[in-house]
């Protein structure tokens, strides 16, 4: 089966501009996950969508970001404007539901360098 | 609030010796541990998870709650185990969703 895509793979932004990631997940998963991975930690979760509502946002900036799954397909997470503490890759994972019994798959990720 | 530590940033060993990955965690409730794995260029990819208690690529991984630990094992190290390898929690995180919570990572080097 294919697996979760994402674009663009680098972005490179001055600080104060505005930019957005594409998520893909696999076919058929009704939960979606947005991460953020600073350089030297691990991954942070953002957002879960559950189809196209929202699950969980309580760790996602809202004052900057914000991310949407229209149709419970395709997700964009968007953050406007950007500042320098938001360079880091982002991922994207979907899992055939939100429980605990359901594996993550992850996108190769978005590396993002604010300057 | 639940947390994951991974006390080590980089492990050496050599090729044939006996690997040990450290991860301790904090969380109220039942805790549900996983390792994920990342390999060079690849993405990241769940290794195992305790309730399967169950061996992937000669790794093994013991919950033990007494001691708030889930330390990853392997009785010799290969090559192809050189990879950075997250701890992460899954917890409850209300209105029927789950979070996984990860450590900051591990990276092994394993010396020919």
């Known amino acids: 089966e294919a697996g979760v895509a994402q674009s663009p793979r680098y972005k490179i932004i001055e600080k104060r501009q505005s930019v957005a990631f594409w998520c893909n997940p696999i076919?058929?998963?009704?939960?979606l996950y947005w991460y953020q991975q600073i350089l030297g930690q691990g991954p942070k979760l953002l957002i879960q969508f559950q189809n196209n509502g929202v699950v969980d946002d309580s760790q996602l900036p809202k004052d900057r970001f914000s991310a949407e799954r229209l149709k419970g397909v395709d997700s964009t997470l968007k953050i406007q404007p950007a500042k320098l503490e938001d360079s880091a890759v982002y991922l994207c994972a979907s899992s055939l539901a939100g429980g605990s019994s359901y594996e993550q798959y992850f996108g190769p990720g978005t590396r993002l360098t604010v300057t | 609030a639940q947390r994951v530590t991974q006390p080590e940033k980089l492990l050496s060993v050599f090729k044939g010796a006996p690997v040990e990955l450290k991860c301790n965690y904090s969380?109220?409730?039942?805790?549900?541990l996983f390792w994920y794995v990342q390999y060079s260029r690849q993405r990241l990819q769940l290794l195992l998870r305790?309730?399967s208690r169950e061996s992937i690529k000669g790794f093994t991984a013991d919950l033990n709650k007494g001691e708030t630990s889930f330390h990853l094992k392997k009785p010799f190290a290969q090559e192809e185990d050189s990879a950075m390898y997250y701890c992460?929690?899954?917890?409850?995180?209300?209105?029927?969703?789950?979070?996984?919570?990860f450590g900051k990572g591990t990276k092994l080097s394993v010396i020919p």
């Open positions: 969380y109220s409730g039942s805790p549900e």
């Open positions: 992460a929690l899954l917890a409850y995180s209300g209105a029927g969703s789950y979070q996984l919570t």
């Open positions: 076919s058929g998963h009704a939960t």
């Open positions: 305790h309730i």
